[in-house]
């Protein structure tokens, strides 16, 4: 889902700032739930209430990067497959293939399983996309290649 505004400074700035907020609140909610192991529940209760602040702030970036009035259906399994599809093919076999070079195997197996969970959520959106008819164009530009390698095999004499 590209488009000029994407390439904004601000575009890649909301990015930044959702992606910061979205790793505080995962980040707090994991220092919660230590804190509440260790027996310390006021403190587990501080971060998660500090979490559930970070989920809001997060929320209103994407807001702006994704302005309600210009979502469908349609569009939000497509930008859920983009994003599933960049991580099993991409990031996660480039993070597996770093940790493996650095002898980090844990995080090599973490990476490995991560992408593979990618790849099924990327099946899953593909599927709900079906239903939508999201890749509705792409399947009739492959059907229309199709026809038309039949049509030049058979207009071809053997």
Do not use: W
Not at 14 to 23: C, I, Q, T, V, Y
Not at 77 to 101: K, N
């Amino acid at each position: 889902m590209t488009n000029s505004k994407n390439n904004t400074k601000t575009f890649k700035n909301l990015e930044s700032a959702f992606a910061g907020e979205s790793m505080a609140n995962r980040k707090y909610l994991y220092f919660a739930k230590l804190a509440s192991e260790l027996g310390e529940v006021e403190i587990a209760k501080l971060f998660e209430d500090t979490a559930n602040q970070e989920t809001g702030h997060a929320f209103s970036h994407l807001e702006l990067l994704y302005p309600k009035k210009e979502m469908t259906v349609e569009k939000l399994l497509e930008i859920a497959m983009e994003g599933e599809l960049y991580e099993c093919t991409v990031m996660y076999p480039g993070f597996e293939s770093e940790a493996i070079q650095e002898g980090q195997l844990e995080a090599s197996h973490e990476f490995k399983d991560q992408g593979q969970e990618s790849s099924q959520h990327f099946e899953l959106f593909t599927k709900a996309a079906k239903r939508f008819g999201v890749l509705k164009k792409v399947e009739k530009r492959h059907a229309d290649k199709y026809k038309e390698a039949l049509k030049t095999k058979l207009l071809t004499p053997m």
